[in-house]
């Protein structure tokens, strides 16, 4: 997910599944195994979930088929690979929740509170950087949603949409030849001298000193 930022010592040795919201919408799935649900908007983020040799089997075999899949040319090879992915989705979800502690001790109405608050921060972070906003979306108080947040021992709804809007910043810089100015009118900001003080507040480096770093491998961001 965009929200997400992974870094792996040995690339080499991964085997990554990615999807686009074109082919597997975000929205028009049953809500747990949509891209809303318990896997990328769930408590944890990011979720690592353990394998035990006969789960990595079966998943190593759904990759097989999937491989598999991808070298057919008919009609019914979109639908089938949609299918298989939803299967995949629906198996590490199994997973993930018998490997959340969080996910049996709290109803599902508070999980589902916090889920649709990260949705919202992903979609209205360049322009929307305060509680206020959100909670009045999700028709809560700021004072309720930081609460539940303490709750589940996640870092406060303010620190997550200064979080967002950093590893945004980061990638600009990183991966385009952005100015500060340049960044901080795409992320909101009216005052690009507001933006800079921001940012070194939160990473401790100016942004010419984060600059002069470049990108660092082997990362996914």
Request: proline share 4%.
């Amino acid at each position: 997910m965009g929200n997400q930022h992974f870094r792996f010592e040995h690339p080499e040795s991964l085997v990554g599944w990615a999807f686009n919201r074109d082919f597997y919408c975000i929205l028009d799935h049953d809500q747990e195994v949509g891209c809303v649900g318990f896997l990328f908007y769930g408590v944890r983020s990011p979720l690592f979930i353990s394998l035990t040799a006969k789960e990595e089997e079966n998943f190593n075999t759904l990759e097989n088929i999937l491989i598999d899949e991808f070298e057919e040319s008919d009609n019914f090879k979109g639908e089938m690979l949609r299918s298989l992915l939803k299967r995949l989705i629906i198996k590490t979800t199994r997973l993930g929740k018998t490997q959340t502690d969080t996910y049996h001790h709290f109803p599902d109405h508070k999980l589902d509170l916090i889920r649709r608050f990260a949705l919202s921060v992903e979609i209205h972070f360049r322009q929307q950087h305060e509680v206020k906003f959100y909670a009045e979306a999700l028709h809560k108080s700021p004072k309720t949603l930081s609460n539940l947040f303490a709750l589940y021992k996640q870092p406060t709804p303010s620190e997550i949409i200064h979080n967002r809007i950093i590893l945004e910043a980061k990638r600009l810089f990183l991966y385009t030849d952005k100015s500060a100015k340049e960044a901080a009118f795409e992320l909101g900001f009216a005052n690009p001298e507001h933006f800079s003080r921001f940012f070194k507040s939160k990473t401790g480096f100016s942004i010419t000193d984060f600059k002069k770093q470049g990108p660092k491998k082997p990362a996914i961001l």
